[in-house]
Nanobody
Framework: QVQLGESGGGLVQAGGSLRLSCGASERTFTNYAMGWFRQAPGKEREFVASINRRTYYADSVKGRFTISRDNAKNTVYLQMNSLKPEDTAVYYC???????????????WGQGTQVTVSS
């Protein structure tokens, strides 16, 4: 069982930056692909970015967001720059055996962290 915990969310003005962190309890962290998803009120959970040996991004965040991982710290990060009001959502990190862009491809989820971007 992998336990995940996100941090780093908050309120930021449009054009600003935030860095989300997700710590994992699993010592075999390197065996997992990690993903970030987000869910806005009334909308379905959507893919943001994922990482295994490569990185993958949703078109809506490409060029603005960067996913990275520090295997020594069992942590994955999401650096978010040039934030827009439409980025407002609860952001979740997820761990899975294979990298993907759909929620059902991931086995473990964090509790989420709120990101609010004001205009």
């Amino acid at each position: 069982q992998v336990q995940l915990g996100e941090s780093g969310g908050g309120l930021v003005q449009a054009g600003g930056s935030l860095r989300l962190s997700c710590g994992a309890s699993e010592r075999t962290f390197t065996n997992y692909a990690m993903g970030w998803f987000r869910q806005a009120p009334g909308k379905e959970r959507e893919f943001v970015a994922s990482i295994n040996r490569r990185t993958y991004y949703a078109d809506s965040v490409k060029g603005r967001f960067t996913i990275s991982r520090d295997n020594a710290k069992n942590t994955v990060y999401l650096q978010m720059n040039s934030l827009k009001p439409e980025d407002t959502a609860v952001y979740y990190c997820a761990a899975g055996r294979v990298v993907g862009d759909r929620p059902h491809e991931y086995d473990y989820w964090g509790q989420g962290t709120q990101v609010t971007v004001s205009s």
